[in-house]
């Protein structure tokens, strides 16, 4: 009995499936209180041994499917699934459930029967459900990168690159105006234009005007004209342009002021070609008291005259051309005050003279007439006395009279002197006034002296005392002062 692992009861082959030294004949496996060799489930608790289809396997461990998994917890008893896959989770295994995504369709006429789809919608007809579909709409297009999943677009047009085919956006312009009421779907126009209101939008209406001349051929598109008079020929319609006649029709030309304040300022107005109708004049701006009424023109030529200085503006009108407004600026001018300015260089003998006022300018020196239309001249001086006179070719701009002296040269040496000094004279006078002159002004001697052919003449000191004085010397063509330091 040392030896027997089941003393008790005779089992002469002592198996010991589990080898933990007890024979299977006497093991209490499940402790069920049925010994193994009789319990119809040895390894699991079934004191009733129920063993419903009396196969010898009890109920609780039987797994009629061979899949591993018991049939008490088995979700498909009859064919086997390890897996225990349960889409709908409604505890009958998918392998053997007629309705694995449970959406009440059957899996046999299910168009999707692993994805719940009650309404078993099928936009493209192809028998695969939408929502396992990945071309839902059977354009060709993968739902991951169609731009409209819903609706076939092979083509993937999208007109306003949005992202959105233009088959299945609701403003495929990209505009802001929905295709329903977008006067012009296809080209984004948002302010949605119609000149013609025939509800379809300028842009892509090619009679936009309805003159029943289209666009491509229309000379006013966007004007109605169907006569499409164009009496420039410049290609643009009368009815639409600003400028309707030829571009030389009209010259204006002012005349100005002959003198200041003399208002004989003129407008004259030429017109070329021949018209039906009159021209209507209409004239502004001028100075504040200027006022003017409307007048019509029928001639060729028209005038106004008697007018003062003043920015003037000229317009024209036609009742025939209902467009054209041509305005003209007339300046008329008044002639101002003749202006001269001048610079005097003695060293040179030269007087550079600045004019302004006139056009042209009448020039006097000395007796010589010189005429120019320059605003600068430099005239050359001659020594003595030089007479200038400058007048403009209108009598009442005024005198301009600039008399200048230009002297000879002199010399005293030496200087400073003790007794005497020699004085040497240019040019060619032949008497000259001496004047000294002491610091405060008194004079101390006068002297009236021939000059000799040398050009020198002697000037006296000795009788006059050290200090600082001035030697003014006169003659026809010399005036100047010398300082002299009497030592």
């Known amino acids: 009995d040392s030896l027997d692992n089941c003393p008790t009861v005779a089992n002469s082959n002592q198996r010991d499936y589990?080898?933990?030294?007890?024979?299977?004949?006497?093991?209490?496996?499940?402790?069920?209180?049925?010994?193994?060799?009789?319990?119809?489930?040895?390894?699991?608790?079934?004191?009733?041994?129920?063993?419903?289809?009396?196969?010898?396997?009890?109920?609780?461990?039987?797994?009629?499917?061979?899949?591993?998994?018991?049939?008490?917890?088995?979700?498909?008893?009859?064919?086997?699934?390890?897996?225990?896959?349960?889409?709908?989770?409604?505890?009958?295994?998918?392998?053997?459930?007629?309705?694995?995504?449970?959406?009440?369709?059957?899996?046999?006429?299910?168009?999707?029967?692993?994805?719940?789809?009650?309404?078993?919608?099928?936009?493209?007809?192809?028998?695969?459900?939408?929502?396992?579909?990945?071309?839902?709409?059977?354009?060709?297009?993968k739902n991951d990168v169609d731009n409209c999943i819903d609706t076939p677009n092979p083509d993937q047009a999208d007109l306003d690159k949005d992202g959105i085919g233009d088959v299945c956006d609701d403003d495929k312009d990209g505009d802001g105006v929905k295709n329903d009421s977008d006067n012009c779907p296809v080209i984004a126009n948002p302010n949605q234009s119609d000149i013609d209101s025939d509800g379809i939008g300028d842009l892509c209406d090619d009679d936009m005007d309805n003159d029943t001349i289209l666009n491509s051929n229309d000379n006013c598109p966007r004007v109605k004209?169907?006569?499409?008079?164009?009496?420039?020929?410049?290609?643009?319609?009368?009815?639409?342009?600003?400028?309707?006649?030829?571009?030389?029709?009209?010259?204006?030309?002012?005349?100005?002021?002959?003198?200041?304040?003399?208002?004989?300022?003129?407008?004259?107005?030429?017109?070329?070609?021949?018209?039906?109708?009159?021209?209507?004049?209409?004239?502004?701006?001028?100075?504040?008291?200027?006022?003017?009424?409307?007048?019509?023109?029928?001639?060729?030529?028209?005038?106004?005259?008697?007018?003062?200085?003043?920015?003037?503006?000229?317009?024209?009108?036609?009742?025939t051309f209902s467009t054209l407004k041509q305005c003209f600026n007339a300046n008329i001018k008044e002639p101002k005050d003749i202006a001269v300015s001048s610079i005097i260089d003695r060293n040179n003998k030269i007087a550079s003279l600045d004019l302004d006022g006139g056009k042209n300018y009448n020039i006097t020196i000395n007796g010589n007439l010189i005429t120019t239309s320059n605003n600068y001249i430099d005239l050359a001086l001659s020594t003595g006395i030089n007479i200038i006179e400058v007048k403009t070719d209108k009598d009442c701009q005024g005198i301009?009279?600039?008399?200048?002296?230009?002297?000879?040269?002199?010399?005293?040496?030496?200087?400073?002197?003790?007794?005497?000094?020699?004085?040497?004279?240019?040019?060619?006078?032949?008497?000259?006034?001496?004047t000294l002159f002491d610091i405060t002004g008194k004079v101390i001697w006068t002297r009236n002296e021939q000059v000799p052919y040398s050009r020198s003449l002697n000037v006296p000191f000795s009788n006059v005392r050290s200090?600082?004085?001035?030697l003014k010397v006169d003659s026809k063509t010399i005036k100047k002062s010398i300082k002299v330091i009497k030592e």
Do not use: H
């Open 467 to 470: 200090g600082l004085y001035i």
């Open 225 to 319: 004209n169907t006569d499409q008079k164009d009496f420039d020929g410049d290609g643009q319609g009368d009815a639409c342009d600003a400028n309707p006649v030829p571009n030389d029709t009209f010259s204006v030309k002012t005349s100005d002021e002959t003198c200041k304040d003399s208002d004989n300022g003129m407008i004259e107005l030429s017109i070329k070609g021949t018209f039906s109708d009159p021209f209507g004049i209409q004239i502004s701006g001028g100075p504040s008291e200027f006022s003017f009424s409307p007048q019509n023109i029928s001639g060729s030529t028209w005038s106004l005259k008697n007018l003062k200085s003043g920015n003037y503006w000229v317009c024209l009108t036609s009742s």
């Open 400 to 434: 301009y009279e600039e008399t200048i002296f230009i002297s000879e040269d002199i010399m005293l040496s030496p200087n400073p002197v003790k007794s005497s000094s020699t004085l040497w004279v240019g040019g060619n006078d032949q008497n000259v006034n001496m």
């Open 18 to 141: 589990d080898k933990n030294g007890e024979g299977d004949v006497c093991e209490d496996s499940d402790g069920d209180g049925v010994l193994d060799y009789k319990d119809v489930c040895p390894i699991i608790p079934n004191a009733d041994q129920t063993d419903s289809d009396f196969d010898g396997i009890g109920d609780v461990c039987e797994d009629t499917d061979n899949d591993g998994v018991i049939d008490s917890i088995d979700n498909c008893i009859s064919i086997a699934n390890l897996d225990q896959a349960d889409m709908d989770g409604d505890g009958i295994g998918d392998v053997c459930d007629d309705d694995r995504d449970g959406d009440g369709v059957k899996n046999d006429v299910d168009n999707c029967p692993d994805v719940a789809n009650a309404d078993q919608n099928d936009s493209d007809g192809n028998g695969i459900g939408d929502v396992c579909d990945d071309d839902k709409d059977g354009d060709g297009v």
